[in-house]
């Protein structure tokens, strides 16, 4: 599932994403720097807030397996451990 959006609700629809994705399906999460703002504390803009408040829940969540790759606006992957 692709997520791409409304970076300030980016971990609400990760969130469905995750009750919709199918057994072996991943989730990518594009744009998650958001222009490097999500990295600066605090950040500055509604959607930089969003982007870090997504990578702090996935960070600590220990039901997904996540790669954060530095690619672009940054790409965070998401694959349940099930």
Same mark, same amino acid.
């Given at each position: 599932?692709?997520?791409?959006?409304?970076? &300030?609700?980016? +971990?609400?629809?990760?969130?469905?994403? =995750? $009750?919709? *994705?199918?057994?072996?399906? #991943?989730?990518?999460?594009?744009?998650?720097?958001?222009? &490097?703002?999500? +990295?600066?504390?605090?950040?500055?803009? =509604? $959607?930089? *807030?969003?982007?870090?408040? #997504?990578?702090?829940?996935?960070?600590?969540?220990?039901?997904?397996?996540?790669?954060?790759?530095?690619?672009?606006?940054?790409?965070? *992957?998401?694959?349940?451990?099930?």
């Amino acid at each position: 599932i692709y997520v791409d959006g409304d970076k &300030g609700k980016y +971990l609400e629809l990760t969130k469905i994403a =995750e $009750k919709k *994705l199918k057994k072996n399906g #991943i989730i990518l999460v594009d744009d998650v720097f958001f222009h &490097g703002d999500a +990295l600066n504390s605090p950040p500055k803009t =509604e $959607k930089g *807030l969003g982007c870090k408040k #997504i990578m702090d829940y996935y960070l600590n969540c220990e039901h997904m397996y996540k790669y954060l790759l530095p690619l672009n606006n940054g790409i965070l *992957l998401l694959k349940p451990k099930n």
